[in-house]
């Protein structure tokens, strides 16, 4: 019935291809003019086509030609000429949106379609790829096309200076990975200078391996982070000590929820062991930290799951890619925790500069647009988090891979057993196997095993990222047998050897379920490319953690019940469900995960694109002159309804509180007296503040000259955002990490964190206006020979100091502060939390 209704109803995603058909139709009806012209005549269309863009046309109304032209460039630089469905997911990448393509339909060439319409609008497209190996690859493979039509491409990849970047950026299109892309985002935030910018304007992007970056990776924000001043001692005696406490008696592991919480029995013991008496207490914080990130290290991070230990250090393994995430640390003391239990270098706690969510860095594109095999299962988060929808476009070859039932053992001993068995018996066959597992140690295992068996075999994990390329680009050969994590090569072809075919293609066989869908799919989707002959298969246990953690406890019952032997494999409906079961639970679970980080991030955002927008427009060279005079109006206001309030009578009002907060912030050559205050109004004592301060600002700038004062004004303002945004993000963590108690009080913790998280914004913006105004009046300038912006010394004295004895003091030298004294800024903090941060 439903499959009636199907039919007599039409299914959307035909219905959209239908109409994207014609389309290319249109694409197609240039083809027979295009394919006539010369070298040079297909070059000169590139400045055709932008003088028509200049002249007032549209990239829809360019859109038919300027593919086939590309399509053209493609054929005769490539020996390439993109299939009409290559040319139908083009077109759904320019509109926007994520184009579902299986394995082997060609992405890569997809992409340099829609790529070259939008470079010719002058304001760049990124090509995002998953590691520096294919963009690299990529940019020089495609870039024969750009080149050829007269379009500049860039790459950005680790390890190159802020030169060769903003070099690159200055191209058509640019070819690089998420992380650099992120990364060069917040450096440019952090920039002291305008010249230092590397990146233009993010006007569009297409992502390749687009569940892989906006889903898989969207739980990890990326983080610029400086080190603390704090020991690491604490981390390798805390690491001896846990060890010593017992798992279930003193701890327990909740592995859905992936915490560790310690028992009253835990707290006591090690109450015990540290000599405290309330582990909990106040003073003890620091203790209870140390202690909690310890526990983390040693019951939930393992050592080749999530983790390798490489060169001695600890490299974070993508729980969904299976690759090493080079330069990526845990936060919060855990990447610390983690390196004293492995015992290698413990480096120093890290104060977070700059951080930014792939969420939301590229959501601030004008236009985004993805691509990858497996999007489907992931269509209501790109919707409902990045406005992205799906289109599921038709392979070139009619699919005909094999995807068998899969077999399921009571124990993971018998199961490997089975796989070795059926791993064997195929290569005997000289049939190529491609087999997928978990985790790294599964890898190992299942290679120890296989080379008792005498069976030749690649091992493709994080262990061996560098070999990726060439180990997947052989494992289409006879006999190869090829053993990989969730890496598994993607975004490269495995091309099967000659007489292969007749053997059945690729097998895939699949060690266990992973906890999504889509990692399934992927894996899968390595066999049976453009036609190709292919199976695929997964090999299951109760034990497995997919099934112990997250599958149901009748399962196994069922299977007592019928009296099944460890050794019998089994194929039942019942289980199969219960496999699907489980896996959409975690899906429905880190789709939460994911949205909670981007809900409490959503907050932060709004705050960061304020920061990094001001910060901007003083990097500009903008004259910040009346954005100056806007903070002492805005300092005056605050400081009067503080102690002059209009609800207050007079003669209550705080006038020694006002004298020296305003003697503290304003000029410090002519403080303000008590007499001058005498009998003075509210809107009078304003105006005298007004007063006082405009001239003192004039006389400021008479000594310095105007374009030295515009400098101070820029580098005073960019040294005070920068610190005062630090110390909010810290702040910022500190809140969200106790928010959640607040849920036992019946009040919503993403409610109670924007409100207090607006207020925190709030503040900090008041102590940035003052603390700017305040070190406007008081720094005095070191002279340089190389115009460069004003490098400043500290506060010339305290408000407070009588004007004989200011005249008097010489400058305070910066480097010469203890970082634990109180700063000279006056504002009561120590020197390191102030000025010297």
Aim: hydrophobic letters at 35%; proline letters at 3%.
């Amino acid at each position: 019935m439903l499959n009636f209704i199907s039919k007599l109803l039409g299914n959307s995603n035909e219905g959209q291809i239908k109409k994207l058909r014609k389309t290319v139709d249109q694409v197609n009806s240039f083809e027979p003019e295009i394919s006539l012209l010369s070298d040079s005549q297909l070059k000169d269309k590139t400045k055709i086509f932008k003088e028509r863009l200049q002249g007032g046309a549209t990239l829809e109304d360019l859109l038919p030609e300027a593919f086939a032209v590309a399509r053209e460039a493609a054929k005769r630089t490539l020996g390439m000429r993109p299939f009409d469905v290559q040319v139908l997911g083009g077109i759904v990448l320019h509109q926007g949106r994520i184009a579902e393509m299986k394995t082997g339909e060609g992405k890569t060439l997809v992409a340099t379609l829609p790529a070259y319409l939008n470079a010719l609008t002058g304001k760049g497209v990124h090509i995002v790829t998953v590691n520096d190996y294919l963009a690299q690859r990529d940019s020089e493979w495609m870039g024969r096309i750009y080149d050829f039509l007269g379009l500049k491409v860039g790459l950005i990849v680790h390890g190159l200076t802020p030169a060769q970047r903003r070099e690159s950026y200055a191209a058509d299109i640019i070819y690089g990975t998420n992380n650099e892309f992120g990364f060069d985002f917040l450096r440019d935030n952090m920039a002291v200078t305008y010249e230092n910018l590397v990146q233009r304007e993010l006007n569009y992007a297409i992502v390749d391996e687009v569940d892989s970056i906006l889903v898989d990776e969207a739980r990890t924000p990326l983080i610029i982070s400086g080190p603390s001043q704090q020991s690491t001692d604490m981390y390798q005696k805390f690491s001896k000590f846990v060890p010593r406490l017992k798992k279930d008696e003193d701890y327990t592991v909740d592995e859905k929820a992936h915490t560790v919480i310690l028992t009253e029995e835990g707290v006591a013991h090690a109450e015990q062991i540290l000599g405290v008496e309330n582990l909990y207490d106040d003073v003890h914080m620091e203790l209870s930290h140390y202690l909690n990130q310890a526990l983390k290290a040693h019951a939930l991070m393992k050592r080749d799951r999530d983790y390798i230990v490489k060169d001695g250090e600890v490299i974070i393994i993508d729980e969904f890619r299976g690759r090493p995430m080079y330069g990526r640390r845990y936060s919060n003391g855990l990447h610390q925790a983690i390196e004293a239990k492995e015992r290698v270098k413990v480096a120093k706690e890290s104060q977070t500069l700059a951080t930014i969510t792939f969420q939301n860095y590229f959501r601030m594109y004008d236009k985004l647009a993805g691509m990858t095999g497996t999007a489907a299962t992931e269509e209501e988060e790109f919707t409902k988090i990045y406005g992205l929808d799906v289109v599921i476009i038709p392979t070139n070859m009619p699919m005909i891979r094999e995807d068998l039932p899969d077999v399921i053992y009571k124990t993971q001993e018998y199961k490997y057993k089975a796989v070795v068995e059926e791993i064997q018996r195929r290569h005997n066959l000289g049939q190529p196997c491609l087999v997928g597992t978990i985790h790294i140690e599964k890898s190992e295992k299942l290679s120890d095993m296989l080379k008792k068996k005498g069976v030749p075999h690649k091992v493709l994990n994080a262990k061996h990222h560098e070999q990726e390329a060439e180990i997947i680009t052989r494992a289409g050969e006879k006999g190869a047998v090829t053993i990989s994590t969730n890496m598994a090569g993607r975004g490269t072809d495995i091309v099967l050897e000659e007489g292969v075919t007749a053997l059945g293609g690729l097998h895939v066989l699949g060690t266990e379920r992973h906890e999504s869908r889509r990692i399934d799919n992927q894996l899968r989707g390595r066999s049976g490319r453009q036609g190709d002959p292919g199976s695929s298969q997964f090999f299951i246990s109760l034990e497995d953690d997919l099934m112990r953690i997250f599958g149901s406890d009748n399962v196994k019952g069922i299977m007592d019940k019928l009296g099944m032997e460890e050794d019998m494999p089994i194929e039942h409906s019942m289980i199969s469900k219960a496999i699907e079961s489980a896996q959409k639970r975690v899906e429905g679970r880190n789709f939460d995960i994911r949205r909670h980080v981007l809900e409490y991030d959503e907050v932060m955002n709004q705050q960061r694109e304020l920061i990094y927008s001001q910060r901007r427009k003083i990097l500009e060279g903008k004259n910040l002159q009346d954005s100056i005079l806007e903070m002492v109006e805005s300092i005056i206001e605050a400081c009067l309804d503080l102690y002059t309030n209009e609800k207050v009578y007079p003669e209550e009002w705080d006038m020694k509180g006002l004298l020296d907060y305003a003697n503290n912030i304003f000029d410090p050559l002519t403080p303000l007296t008590e007499e001058d205050l005498a009998d003075l109004d509210r809107e009078e004592i304003r105006e005298l503040l007004q007063q006082r301060t405009y001239k003192a600002y004039q006389k400021r700038e008479e000594e310095l000259g105007s374009e030295m004062m515009r400098d101070l004004e820029r580098v005073i303002l960019l040294r005070m955002v920068d610190s005062k945004w630090m110390q909010h993000i810290d702040a910022m963590d500190d809140l969200k990490q106790g928010i959640g108690l607040r849920a036992y009080g019946q009040r919503n913790p993403l409610i109670e964190y924007k409100f207090e998280s607006y207020e925190m914004f709030d503040n900090m913006i008041k102590s940035l206006q003052e603390d700017v105004v305040r070190l406007l009046f008081r720094v005095q300038v070191v002279s340089n020979m190389e115009n460069k912006p004003p490098e400043i010394t500290q506060e010339i004295s305290s408000g407070n100091a009588s004007g004989s004895e200011r005249k008097k003091k010489e400058p305070v030298k910066a480097e010469k502060i203890g970082r634990n004294q109180p700063c000279p800024c006056g504002s009561g903090k120590k020197y390191k939390k102030c000025c010297g941060s």
